[in-house]
């Protein structure tokens, strides 16, 4: 018996046939018909706004954030556009947000952490440990932050890194001194011609010199500092480390200083 010899189907046959082509196009339709509804439906209209991370007065400053958003359909709803909203809020480092269906806006944040208060004269704000200018500080609070001394012609902007080459390298100073294991608790920090002056009380202070081995000069620090004896009154007692290998200390004349 001969062998049927198989046809070869051309490419038409391979085509989808026009019922098959009918149908998808209808549920494609169908799709799109759903989607505009949901748009434009109350039905996933944005009522509520979930905040975690953020203290009560920023969770306000959130919710009037979203504010404008509220009623919108959260199907159409920008997430992208939003976040930037909220990473707007100066206090506000990261922010991620999620859609909970059918009528929740779920915001997960995280703070700036603030380092210091940043001291221009008689204006004070909030420095965190990035660099940027939280806010701005009411006379009386931020007592448990020590202060960064700065010119009267340094620039200061809410929301913006500072650009001051001595008030970063002293905030560098503090932010190193918050990990485990240091003791040194400085009331304030000035920075004059590059160097840096830790003020840790009344009569005592650490020359800390320039912004570099700071950890090896922390080091010699907390272990020289316990040592060094009150100073007489009208002086105070000091420990340079600005030459870590060779750290000086002393008393002097309060009068004589140069900060």
Known sequence: MKRRR???RGPAARLPSGRTIALLFAVLLAMVGLYMLALKSSLFALEKVEVRGATPALTRQIDAVIKPFRGRSLVGLNKTRVEQAILAIPEV????????????LRVVVARELPVAVLRRGGDAWVIASSGKVVRTLRRGRGQDLPRVWVPASVAVR???TLADSGARAAIGVLVALQGPGHSIKPSSVVAQGGDLTLKLGSSSELRFGEASDVALKLAVAEKILPGIATPPAGSIAYLDVSVPDRAVGGTELKSNQGH
């Open 93 to 104: 480092k990261t922010a991620q947000v999620d859609r909970a269906f059918p009528n929740t």
């Open 158 to 160: 809410i929301g913006s």
């Open 6 to 8: 198989k046809q070869r």
